[in-house]
Structures are given as C-alpha cells and as structure tokens.
C-alpha cells in the first residue's frame, strides 16, 4: 500500500483531534505442503493482508483494524470514535521516532521465489528421510513444510516510519516407531529465515530416533534424583519463563518474578539472552511492532535478573525505555510483549562470548551431561508444560526418557511424573550443554538438574 496514504489517514486522525495516531500494516504470502504415504496429503496456499490504526486521544485508546485499503478511513472513524468510550490512562501512547541501527538479515530471495513443486519436493524429502532411517519406523504421521513471506509496515505520528520484508521456512514432523506390540511416537520441527540453514534430512532423521530411543518403555518406581532436560524440553520450560518476564505481566501481579531485579532467580551458571537483532534469527527483525528499535538483552546474566521486557507502554508506566518487544499477535491485536530470539547460552558460548544460531554442528554435545550423570533420567517428551502455573510456577508433568546409571544410558522408562517450580528448578541448574538448538525462536542446551522428585 502506498505509505502516503497511510501519511494521510494519520493526518485526518490528528485533524479529528487525536494526540497521536499510529498505522500499521501486514502482509503474508505462504504455501504449507503436508506429505504422506509418498503423497501430498494436504496443500494450502494463503495470501493475507490487513491493517491496524491506533489513535490516542485526551489520554484515551481507540483501535480499530481492516482487511482492505479502501476501508482504511473507516476504520480511522472507527478507531477515533472508539478513544471517546474507552477509559483514562495516563501512560497510553505511541513510541517517539529512534533510529534503528541498520538492516538485519532475515530476507532470503531463495525462499520468496520457492515453486509449489519445490516445496513438494521437500515435504516429501522430510517424509522419505524420516522411514528410511529405521526398518521399525512404520510410519510418519506428519511431514509438513512451509514456505512464508511476511512484509511489515509501521508508521505514527510522531515520525516513525519503516517498512521491511522477512522470510520463513519450517518443517515439522511426526513419527511412529513399532516393535513387537510396543510403539512410540517421536518429534522434531525447524524453522529459519534462509533455506541453506534447512537440513530436512536431519529433521526427519532426529525425529525417527527419539520414537526409537523410547521403545521398550518401562515404568520406574518413585525417586528423587537428578535429570537432564534434553534441549527441546529445556525449550518448554524457558517459553513459561519467558512469559514471567513480560513488563505487562508483572504489572499485572501475574509474573513470578515480580519484584526480583537484581536478585538472584536462577542457578549461576544460567545466562538468558534476547536477542532481536541475530542474524538470520527466527524472531529478528529491525523494528518492533510498534516501530521501536529492537536489541539485545541479557536479561539474566549468571542467575542474576537485570531486568524485564517492554513495549512502550510498560516502558512508560515504569520509568524505562522500551526494550523493542512490542509483538502483536496479529493485526488484529494491540501490541502486547514477547520475546525476538530468547536462549540459555550454551556451555561455551559462556567462555567464549560467541552468538549463534547454528546447533546441527554441536550433534551429541549433551553426552558430557550424560557422563557425568551416576543416576538418573534424560527426559526426552514431557506432557503438559504448558499447565505450569504462569503466576506461582508450580507444575506437574507426565514424562518419558531414558534412565541413566554411570553415564551410560540403560533403558527408556515411561509415564513417570516431575512435579516442582520453575524458578526453583533453574536454581537447581547443575550443569548447561554444549548442544543449544532453537526451535522456532526459542532455544537452549541441555540442561542437568539437580535432585527432582520422580513419581510413578
């Protein structure tokens, strides 16, 4: 759409006697192909447009949203007329123009210009390198890859105006492992921004061997013992810890690490970075969804909190500058707060300061974990991390994995149950892997814990 009708429309908002006004605007263009038995079992092409206006006006929201330009003033009449009903709020605002430092690599010509037929090719691929991998992989429920280019536009009143392009591929799969009248299902998914960071065999091949491992599944009795998070699991428990750290969310009392900066919330050897502008990162981009630069953060460095995320909003209501994790959910939605690219260093990343995305070059790096390790069990799948209590931390999880003695795994146990806290299980943090690996825009190593307790 043309930015200066967009110029236009926040004119008219301020004519209309608003303080500030603010478009913004989302394109996407995707194919998803989903391969099974050698075949396309599902092909699903999407094209999605649609814009947001946000007005403030005497200290008052309004916002409203369309799917087509032509309804664009509208929905500024819309939007101005909502500000009149919604209540007071002092802090309510659209960020001042700072200027980003510079273009981020998250744009691959490669992806935008990917055929129909391609990304056939690859579903399919992801489908044949998952049953080849093992005579007992009987089948593979789901071999699904996308190919998806997004465009971002954001402009206010009070100078921002940016505009940028993003691709993304992924592939997700699912797999099932037999053998006599025991089965096992196993998992992996990835998503990049370039299709030369896409290993569609090591995906297909990673989520056969994680139904494989946990064939031949049997119960444990109840124990207290030490685990270690593969990274996939540790993944899980960081997103819930992510959404602590949310500005909004402790604001809001709803955070359990509410009043914690400056204290120590985790285990020393624990550093959590969000980064927004990692190259080719899943969660990069030069500007959030508000037109704030985004940055890197260490948001906890050696179990220490230094702080929370922002948008502008919760900047404002704390006294802080945004720290450029203004995420909508869609243009639909008022910006809320999520984290870019979010991870647990790696074990040498913290001796060497380095930043990487890149895991398929660190294979097998958690056996260092695993050796170190008399008794107890590498999880593999946990059920129900996303019940954790977001306010208190507490959860309870169903879980399988292998049990370890004297560094050797011995043999994969099932519908087991760790029960704890967040916060308290990262203070238990005994050790951090070699082996981060990110999924989607979240990542982290493996991680030991220590003494947990196990239940049957």
């Known amino acids: 759409m043309n930015s200066a009708f967009a110029e236009d429309v926040i004119k008219k908002a301020l004519q209309r006697g608003c303080d500030a006004a603010e478009v913004f605007i989302k394109n996407s263009k995707g194919i998803s192909i989903e391969a099974k038995d050698g075949d396309v079992e599902a092909l699903e092409a999407s094209l999605d447009f649609g814009m947001a206006l946000r007005v403030i006006k005497k200290r008052k929201l309004g916002f409203a949203f369309t799917t087509s330009p032509e309804y664009l003033e509208a929905t500024m009449e819309e939007a101005v007329q909502g500000a009149e009903w919604t209540g007071m709020d002092e802090c309510v605002d659209v960020p001042d123009y700072i200027s980003s430092s510079g273009p981020v690599l998250i744009y691959d010509e490669k992806i935008k210009n990917v055929k129909e037929g391609d990304v056939i090719k690859d579903a399919l691929l992801l489908e044949e390198s998952a049953l080849a991998f093992d005579d007992r992989i009987k089948k593979v429920r789901k071999a699904a890859v996308e190919a998806r280019t997004e465009s971002t536009a954001v402009m206010n009143s009070k100078g921002v105006n940016v505009a940028y392009e993003g691709t993304y591929y992924s592939a997700n799969v699912t797999t099932l492992a037999r053998e006599g009248d025991d089965s096992q299902m196993g998992w992996d998914f990835a998503a990049v921004r370039r299709m030369s960071d896409m290993d569609l065999v090591s995906v297909g091949r990673a989520a056969s061997k994680?139904?494989?491992?946990?064939?031949?599944?049997?119960?444990?009795?109840?124990?207290?013992?030490?685990?270690?998070?593969?990274?996939?699991?540790?993944?899980?428990?960081?997103?819930?810890?992510?959404?602590?750290?949310?500005?909004?969310?402790?604001?809001?009392?709803?955070?359990f690490l509410a009043?914690?900066?400056?204290?120590?919330?985790?285990?020393?050897?624990?550093?959590?970075?969000?980064?927004?502008?990692?190259?080719?990162?899943?969660?990069?981009?030069?500007?959030?969804?508000?037109?704030?630069?985004?940055?890197?953060?260490?948001?906890?460095?050696?179990?220490?909190?230094?702080?929370?995320?922002?948008?502008?909003?919760?900047?404002?209501?704390?006294?802080?500058k945004s720290t450029g994790n203004a995420v909508r959910g869609s243009f639909k939605s008022l910006p809320g707060i999520n984290v870019t690219n979010f991870y647990i260093k790696a074990a040498e990343e913290?001796?060497?300061?380095?930043?990487?995305?890149?895991?398929?070059?660190?294979?097998?790096?958690?056996?260092?974990?695993?050796?170190?390790?008399?008794?107890?069990?590498?999880?593999?799948?946990?059920?129900?991390?996303?019940?954790?209590?977001?306010?208190?931390?507490?959860?309870?999880?169903?879980?399988?994995?292998?049990?370890?003695?004297?560094?050797?795994?011995?043999?994969?146990?099932?519908?087991?149950?760790?029960?704890?806290?967040?916060?308290?299980?990262?203070?238990?943090?005994?050790?951090?892997?070699?082996d981060l690996k990110f999924y989607g825009n979240i990542g982290s190593p493996s991680l030991l814990i220590g003494y947990m307790d196990i239940s049957a």
């Open 350 to 434: 913290r001796e060497s300061g380095v930043r990487s995305q890149k895991s398929e070059e660190k294979k097998n790096k958690d056996s260092k974990l695993i050796r170190s390790l008399s008794r107890g069990i590498l999880i593999l799948s946990a059920m129900g991390v996303h019940t954790a209590n977001p306010i208190s931390g507490d959860f309870s999880v169903g879980i399988s994995g292998l049990w370890i003695e004297n560094g050797e795994p011995l043999y994969p146990v099932k519908e087991a149950v760790i029960s704890g806290n967040i916060l308290e299980m990262f203070k238990k943090v005994e050790g951090v892997g070699e």
């Open 210 to 255: 994680r139904a494989l491992e946990l064939l031949g599944s049997r119960r444990i009795s109840a124990v207290k013992a030490p685990v270690i998070l593969s990274p996939d699991i540790a993944v899980s428990f960081l997103r819930i810890l992510s959404a602590s750290l949310s500005a909004e969310a402790v604001q809001k009392k709803r955070s």
């Open 259 to 320: 009043d914690k900066v400056g204290g120590s919330v985790t285990s020393r050897l624990i550093d959590i970075i969000d980064d927004g502008t990692m190259e080719w990162g899943a969660g990069t981009m030069p500007v959030d969804d508000e037109g704030s630069p985004v940055s890197f953060n260490k948001i906890i460095s050696k179990g220490i909190l230094n702080g929370y995320l922002h948008n502008a909003y919760t900047a404002k209501k704390s006294g802080v």
